[in-house]
C-alpha cells in the first residue's frame, strides 16, 4: 500500500530541496530531425535555473544548442522530477568566476579543465512534474508556463 498522495505545496518543497541538494540530472535531448540522446550530467541550481557543462560538439551540447529545449529527469523512478526547459547557450568564459566555482564546488566537475571544448547551458524550467506513485498522477504538474501554480 503506498502512502498518502503530497499536496501540491509539499511537492512543490520537495522538489526544491532535492533540486538544492542533488547534484546529478538526467538530461534528454533531441537534434533537429528528431534523434532522440539522453545522458547524465552535474548540475547546479540557482533557485530560477538549473546550469549544466557539456562538450559543445557532443550530440547534447549540439543538440541543446539547435533546438533550445530539453526535458531532465531528477529522482528515482519512484519519486521522480521531471522538468521541461528552454535552454540558454553561454561560452565558457562567460560566467562570473563566483558561478563558476560554485558549480565546481557542488558538482566535483571543472569544465574549464576539461580536454574537450565545454559550454554551458542554463536551461529555465517552462514545466516541472512530480510524483512518487500511481496516487500522485493526478495533480502532478507544479510549474507551468514557467510559474509555480498554487
Given at each position: ?5 503530497r ?53 547534447t ?35 562570473p ?8 564546488a ?9 580536454a ?22 493526478r ?12
Open positions: 500500500m503506498s502512502a498518502a498522495p499536496t501540491r505545496a509539499r511537492r512543490r518543497r520537495d522538489t526544491e530541496q532535492r533540486l538544492g541538494s542533488d547534484a546529478d540530472i538526467w538530461l534528454a535531448s533531441a537534434s533537429p530531425d528528431g534523434t532522440p540522446y539522453l545522458v547524465p550530467l552535474s548540475f547546479d541550481w540557482d533557485g530560477a535555473a538549473l546550469l549544466v557543462s557539456t562538450p559543445a560538439g557532443s550530440p551540447g549540439r543538440n541543446l544548442a539547435a533546438t533550445r529545449t530539453a526535458r531532465l529527469g531528477l529522482g528515482p523512478t519512484r519519486d521522480v522530477t521531471m522538468i521541461e526547459g528552454t535552454v540558454e547557450v553561454l561560452e565558457i568564459d562567460a560566467l568566476p563566483e558561478r563558476v566555482e560554485r558549480f565546481v557542488r558538482t566535483g566537475f571543472d569544465p574549464r579543465a576539461s574537450a571544448s565545454c559550454g554551458w547551458f542554463r536551461i529555465t524550467p517552462r514545466r516541472v512534474q512530480a510524483w512518487r506513485e500511481e496516487n500522485e498522477l495533480g502532478r504538474e507544479l510549474l507551468r508556463d514557467g510559474a509555480w501554480l498554487e
